[in-house]
């Protein structure tokens, strides 16, 4: 099985590239996130592999880490999530992201990912976060793995609430959740969701 390729970057198409490695030219299936963030053609990339195998066909994605494939693997743990729509996940959100979606069991963000209904969403934030703990805690900017570090957002639907509201705003999730979990901070006793969006929308100004 393949598990990683290094090469220089041949051509970039809609959901796929062709990585050159030593004159072989690899087909891999990227999402529209990792496709953004690539090089220009020529320049050299590495991406971490996951390789499936098919009586008909082999086919290779790839991801720019290594914790991207771990929840490329996950997702597809969970009933009615194959590969493409894993991939769809992972274009709409960051494995950061989808952690804090996870984390606050907030399905409608994982809802916005192309070709995934409500239903499937639901069993995505809810799977997940029996099954795969390590994954579950969520990150946002500043150090950590690929460049995060854990946030501590508070339960309850208070958070997903506030957090809903500042993406529709048009913040990052990140983003959102981190404000979240700093507003909270500062909050004696039980957050209300009004609270919890005046004080994130502050911390987010700053």
Known sequence: ?????????????????????????????????????????????????????????IRLYGFGTEHERAWFRALQSVQGVGARVAIAVLGTLSPSDLSNAVALQDKASVARSPGVGPKVAQRIVSELKDKMPALSPAFGPGGGSGGEQPIEIPEGMAAQEAVSAL??????????????????????????????IRLGLKELAR
């Open 1 to 57: 099985m393949i598990g990683k390729l290094t090469g220089k970057l041949d051509a970039v198409g809609p959901d796929t590239l062709i990585l050159d490695v030593g004159g072989v030219g690899y087909e891999v299936t990227c999402s529209s996130r990792t496709l953004s963030q690539l090089p220009g053609v020529g320049e050299a990339v590495s991406l971490a592999i996951d390789t499936h195998v098919r009586e008909d066909a």
């Open 167 to 196: 993406t529709n705003l048009g913040y990052a999730h990140g983003q959102a959740a981190a404000a979240v979990a700093s507003a909270a901070k500062a909050i004696d006793g039980t957050p209300k969701t009004e609270e919890l």
